[in-house]
């Protein structure tokens, strides 16, 4: 999110040569948040600002790490920023190579390295958002796929049932037992231990400590 036409692009240019799929134009109005890595926000943009925008992401219980771009050098806006949940600040002008170093810093190591082992037998494919059991690949559903995709993003972390509703289902009308057999039937799928139900609440994707 940045209001300044040649740096947009220029950004957008230097990441993509990099490998990354960078897509601001639909970040508020149709994107869903829960699919990206990092948000990269200005704080003056026109109509909404960065904190604005931060706020809402936030609200809506978006854990996707979040990077500030700014010319201000305020204390106050800047202490404002890791506030509201800010993962790191890079002041105007910088390196891109710099904004690059800073992304990979809040990104957790093995979204970078594309697989997330949840045991010695079982790894997830977070590129082509694939399961695999001792190298093959399994079969899942559409809706057990976006799942698996929500809990292993948040991995050992709280996915509340409103989160799944809204990612999974697209808000759309469902009943709890709906989740609850859902889960349950991808349970059969994945290693014992990686579903924690927490009554009453949602799931956490549990990601060993050796393989997080």
């Not at 990099?18 to 948000?39: M, P, Q, S, W």
């Amino acid at each position: 999110m940045e209001d300044e036409l040649h740096l947009r692009q220029n950004i957008k240019k230097f990441l993509n040569i990099k490998g990354y799929f960078v897509d601001g134009e639909r970040l508020l109005r149709e994107a869903n948040l829960h699919d990206y890595d990092c948000i990269i926000l200005d704080i003056n943009t026109p109509k909404i600002n960065g904190f604005e925008v931060l706020k809402y992401i936030r609200e809506n219980n978006i854990s996707t790490q979040t990077i500030f771009i700014s010319v201000l050098t305020d204390v106050q806006k800047v202490l404002k920023a890791f506030e509201l949940g800010a993962a790191d600040y890079l002041r105007k002008p910088f390196d891109f190579a710099e904004l690059e170093v800073r992304m990979l810093q809040t990104i957790p190591k093995n979204f970078i390295n594309s697989y997330v082992y949840l045991d010695d037998n079982y790894k997830y494919d977070l590129k082509n958002r694939t399961l695999f059991r001792n190298e093959t690949p399994s079969k899942l559903t559409t809706t057990q796929k976006r799942l698996l995709y929500i809990l292993i993003k948040n991995q050992n972390t709280l996915v509340t049932f409103d989160t799944l509703r809204e990612y999974v289902w697209d808000d759309k009308e469902i009943s709890h037992s709906t989740i609850l057999s859902t889960m349950r039937d991808l349970k059969k799928t994945l290693p014992n231990s990686f579903i924690q139900n927490i009554r009453g609440e949602g799931y956490i994707g549990v990601v060993p400590v050796e393989y997080a």
